[in-house]
């Protein structure tokens, strides 16, 4: 059976503003890679700021490990890492110093544990560097250090490849995965990047205005999402969708707005298409298939996907 | 709690104002000690004559010292270092106390610092300039000295227990500073400009403030051109019952204002 690393029933949030969690009720299981999808407000942040204990729900129950009293609660944020919003980070210290600043916050006597996280995250040779000195992504690298300093069993990450390269991205998302995958741990991961979040979760929650819309895995978005069909020309696409129309009888064919022709990869011969367009003299500039893909999927949820 | 006093001890080892507050100590010993020397000589009555003397300077802590504790207290909202450590299955109180006590340890610290170099600076003026050093008054010397050191460290944690609750409530450094400056003058203004005051209540009002005991153990109050001290039963308990008072009101209010708000930073 697996075991259920965090648990929330009815969670609300209400500041004098507005709300920022309506009854929110979701799970993550041991193992699970967790995406949290929602735009800036939607209450991503606050979730997480409630599993550290940073802030108190106006209403509803959450558990951690199981764990529910307010002492047990406590102990149990000490199996969890976390980075929410920015790296907590002192600019007069190096990051050796951070670490061991932190390293003294959970108890760490390993006095090799701030080297090896150090590594993992690709700031070995970051030196005598004084954190206020660093880039974003090196502050990011190093807050993600922080999180993993206590080999915590759950990971609680707020943007965590925000401001980091292309390369830093891939880096950060090989090493979440080799925690996930070598070591078990649990994650929960909020990011704007959805094409990023996609390679990385397994499970998908997307949060709207503070309520929890949707949940699904990546299996059953693999599913739901069509395979699209996406040709460029230069010939006039209206007159070129028109005869995909007709000669496909097929309603679903549609223009969009980079003017390429799109339309479902399901119940389409591909053959038959390219014959098609061959014999009409179509140019055709592009052909490509897309895949499911997160992003379109949140669109559509919160209804901006402009299908 | 262990763990938090750890850490904070390396973060001050590490903190440029702890340092710099440690370096103006030790200086002001120094510069103190030369400055009355060249005005009066480096004679001593008795070798306990520094303690009674050092013990004059007090004010020079009150400046100081808050300043710190202000900092100390917003440091943590300031760097974010306060979610990990919440995060971390820290409580907020264990966060706010272990802070508190911490910056006691400090107060003690700079104290025995300050008191201990202006003595042996003076000693050695007195050796190297061939001062005489007398035997008159060591007991009396001895006692309001020590007294003096023991009342400082005590409203020095009224006043730090004050600050850092204005700091853990407001929580960004620039105005924590500023209503640290307005409580430290503030209570100078009260000391100083209330107790002529031909109103009762205000008289009663400077008579009570913090700034006002302090001036009093400190040997520097005077009222009416006459230079008054802490004497009598009274006075000395009236000495330990207002920053009693203020340290158990500030802590309370601190504790509890800490425990229900939500750490936004």
Not at chain 1, 37 to 62: D, F, Q, S, Y
Not at chain 1, 99 to 123: M, P, S, T
Not at chain 1, 209 to 229: F, K
Request: aromatic share 10%.
């Amino acid at each position: 059976m697996t075991a259920t690393v965090f648990e929330a029933e009815g969670l609300s949030k209400e500041y004098p503003s507005g709300v920022a969690l309506d009854q929110l009720c979701m799970s993550i299981e041991a193992g699970d890679v967790y995406g949290f999808v929602g735009e800036n407000g939607a209450g991503k942040t606050t979730l997480m700021r409630i599993i550290g204990g940073l802030v108190h729900p106006t209403a509803g129950r959450m558990a951690l490990f199981g764990e529910q009293s307010k002492e047990r609660l406590a102990s149990a944020r000490r199996r969890i890492g976390f980075l929410i919003e920015r790296p907590s980070l002192y600019p007069h210290m190096n990051a050796m110093e951070n670490l061991g600043f932190y390293c003294r916050i959970f108890g760490i006597r390993d006095r090799g544990r701030g080297a090896e996280v150090l590594k993992l995250v690709g700031l070995d040779e970051a030196g005598p560097k004084k954190t206020g000195e660093y880039s974003l992504g090196m502050r990011q690298r190093l807050g993600i250090a922080v999180a993993l300093l206590n080999r915590p069993e759950f990971l609680v990450l707020d943007e965590p490849v925000n401001g980091l390269d292309p390369a830093g991205i891939v880096e950060v998302r090989h090493i979440l995965e080799h925690l996930s995958h070598e070591q078990g741990v649990t994650l929960l991961i909020s990011s704007h990047i959805l094409s990023e979040l996609q390679l990385l979760a397994g499970k998908y929650g997307f949060i709207h205005q503070g309520r929890l819309i949707q949940e699904i895995s990546a299996a059953e978005l693999q599913q739901t999402a069509q395979v699209m069909i996406c040709i460029s020309t230069s010939s006039p696409a209206a007159a070129v969708a028109e005869m995909l129309r007709q000669e496909l009888r097929r309603g679903d064919i549609r223009i969009k707005q980079t003017g390429e022709i799109e339309l479902p990869r399901s119940g389409v011969d591909l053959e038959r298409l390219m014959s098609l367009l061959v014999q009409r003299e179509i140019p055709v500039d592009g052909f490509q298939l897309t895949a499911p893909n997160l992003e379109q999927y949140y669109m559509d949820l919160i209804g901006g996907g402009g299908r | 709690m262990r763990n938090l006093w750890q850490a904070e001890i390396y973060y001050l080892r590490k903190d440029l104002a702890f340092k710099s507050v440690t370096a103006v100590f030790a200086l002001a010993s120094l510069a103190l000690v030369l400055i009355l020397g060249s005005k009066g000589g480096y004679s001593l009555s008795s070798y306990a004559e520094p303690l009674q003397t050092a013990a004059s300077f007090s004010i020079l802590f009150y400046l100081v010292i808050p300043l710190h504790a202000c900092f100390f207290a917003t440091e943590g909202f300031e760097h974010g270092s306060v979610q990990n450590i919440i995060a971390a299955g820290h409580s907020k109180a264990k966060y706010f106390t272990g802070k508190y006590v911490l910056e006691l340890l400090a107060v003690l610290g700079w104290l025995l610092e300050f008191y201990g170099l202006f003595y042996l600076f003076s000693l050695a003026a007195a050796l190297i300039t061939g001062a005489p050093v007398g035997h008159a008054g060591y007991t009396e010397d001895l006692a309001a000295g020590l007294t003096a050191l023991g009342l400082n460290l005590l409203y020095l944690a009224a006043y730090c227990a004050a600050i850092m609750m204005l700091g853990m409530l407001i929580r960004k450094p620039a105005s924590a500073v500023v209503a640290a400056f307005f409580f430290i003058f503030g209570n100078l203004l009260l000391s100083g400009y209330l107790k002529d005051a031909s109103s009762a209540v205000l008289r009663a009002i400077s008579e009570h403030s913090l700034m006002t005991q302090i001036f009093k153990f400190s040997g520097i109050y005077v009222e009416n051109s006459q230079l008054i001290l802490l004497s009598g039963t009274g006075d000395y308990i009236r000495a330990l019952w207002i920053p009693a008072a203020w340290i158990l009101l500030s802590l309370s209010i601190t504790l509890t204002v800490l425990e229900k708000r939500d750490i936004q930073i």
